[in-house]
């Protein structure tokens, strides 16, 4: 059974940062492209930022740089690093790790809540 396990999730002050950590137990990791999206309170979940399975990135135009997604192949591991902290970032970021066009499914972890006081 795949799991898709998020961490890094809390509560600080606008302007302070935190980061996200994923870990995915996919024997093919690398092949999978990964991502990083939330769902803010009352919200559609949203994307924020995405890195290819060959590493080109995207990000939501609400997180450009401010937010950086990286991965670690060799520990199945995605992460984001958000800086800048706003209080519309409030919400239960999701990670994502999907090959859908390989036919190697789609996976979410359960969610990790940031919450960012103003």
């Known amino acids: 059974q795949v799991q898709v396990v998020e961490s890094g999730g809390g509560l600080v002050h606008s302007g302070e940062s935190l980061r996200l950590s994923c870990a995915v137990s996919?024997?093919?990791?690398?092949?999978?492209?990964t991502g990083w999206y939330r769902q803010r309170p009352e919200k559609q979940r949203e994307l924020v930022a995405v890195?290819?399975?060959?590493?080109?990135?995207f990000y939501a135009d609400s997180v450009k740089g401010r937010f950086t997604i990286s991965r670690d192949d060799a520990k199945n591991s995605v992460y984001l690093q958000m800086n800048s902290l706003i209080p519309e970032d409030t919400a239960v970021y999701y990670c994502?790790?999907?090959?859908?066009?390989?036919?190697?499914?789609?996976?979410w972890g359960q969610g990790t809540q940031v919450t960012v006081s103003s």
């Open positions: 890195i290819a399975n060959d590493g080109p990135t």
């Open positions: 994502n790790a999907e090959r859908r066009a390989l036919g190697l499914g789609n996976f």
């Open positions: 996919l024997p093919n990791f690398a092949r999978y492209n």
